[in-house]
């Protein structure tokens, strides 16, 4: 148990919290995709310590952040030309990529594969701390694991309070969702592993062949290998059964119309989807780029309203749309209706 203190985002507390990182601890750090709840990721003792926190699966892979591309020497045995084109086209930046590891880095970390997701997050603090530590940090979603992901310090705090000692504060994430998660296959293939911020159209700009994975949208097998976080468990969960509902904005009124009852809340664009249905909602965004930066604090909102049954608005698929998407099915647990 431990008595959690947030910290600024002061040079003072960036100290703070690389001197408990250094010691084995976990501590929630800010990225621009969501809150991390960070650990050596070269400590056992350490990773283990972020499993026991957030309650998360052993197979389910954590990802490596850096704050220098030649960290990455470390971490795997082999750096494709394709992840060099990516790192120089979006990184600081929410791109993970998926290679083989090195032996420096501990199957607890990598879920046991011979795989490694690593990124350099573009959030200042986030690299600042890696800096001080001097080590990659592993950091999964601060989260309780399947509940919504966190997009500021209180989110964490929510979850992590007595968990951890530490969450350093530097405000609301920009972007809102994780960050898109790729392997690569031959010398010209990207496999899209998990949307994020970074669109199936900007990695076109580095190869036309981008294969987008079956499980981006569909369930994935409970005995399922998987390669990214986020693929095969139900995510992002809050408590209330969440049916997303896919069509134009008329079916989906007429569709609450007829099957609402007491225990309904909606979840939609904005407040005017909800005129005249006389039933509470929570609102998360018009645009793609507002729905992700929204959606887990409205996932969030949910729980606080004690929601029972949900209706939500389908998103689009297309663009950051996609990744929103991604992430609302696996709250949903894939219940869609097709209007």
């Known amino acids: ?124 603090t986030a690299r600042k701390i890696i800096s001080a530590c001097g080590f990659p940090i592993a950091a999964p979603s601060a989260n309780l694991s399947g509940s919504p992901s966190p997009t500021s310090a209180q989110h964490v705090y929510n979850d992590m309070q007595n968990r951890v000692p530490a969450i350093v504060d530097a405000g609301h994430c920009g972007i809102g969702v994780e960050s898109t998660v790729i392997c690569f296959e031959g010398r010209d293939s990207i496999r899209l592993l998990r949307p994020g911020f970074i669109s199936v159209d900007d990695l076109k700009e580095i190869t036309e062949n981008v294969i987008i994975d079956k499980g981006v949208t569909e369930i994935v097998a409970a005995d399922a290998k998987v390669a990214s976080p986020g693929m095969k468990y139900k995510h992002y969960a809050p408590k209330a059964e969440i049916t997303i509902l896919e069509g134009t904005l008329d079916a989906y009124r007429e569709y609450v119309k007829e099957n609402s009852d007491n225990d309904t809340t909606l979840l939609v664009f904005d407040k005017n989807d909800a005129d005249g249905l006389y039933l509470p909602y929570v609102v998360y965004g018009s645009t793609d780029e507002e729905q992700a930066r929204n959606l887990f604090g409205s996932l969030r909102e949910l729980d606080r309203l004690n929601a029972i049954k949900v209706f939500a608005r389908c998103p689009s698929k297309n663009g950051v749309g996609l990744a929103v998407y991604n992430r609302l099915i696996r709250a949903a647990a894939f219940r869609v209706i097709r209007l």
Not at 11 to 39: C, M, Q
Not at 61 to 88: D, G, M, R
């Open 1 to 124: 148990m431990f008595d959690t203190k947030i910290l600024d985002n002061s040079d003072r507390s960036i100290e703070l919290a690389a001197e408990l990182l250094k010691s084995g601890e976990v501590v929630g750090i800010p990225t621009e995709t969501v809150y991390g709840l960070g650990a050596d990721a070269l400590n056992e003792d350490a990773v283990k310590k972020i499993f026991e926190a957030k309650g998360r699966p052993a197979d389910n892979p954590l990802i490596v952040h850096i704050s220098e591309f030649s960290q990455i020497e470390e971490l795997v045995t082999e750096i494709p030309k394709l992840a060099i084109n990516c790192a120089e086209k979006f990184w600081p930046g929410p791109l993970t990529m998926i290679m083989p590891k090195s032996d420096r880095v501990p199957m607890i970390t990598s879920g046991g594969l011979d795989t490694v997701g690593i990124r350099m997050p573009s959030n200042e």
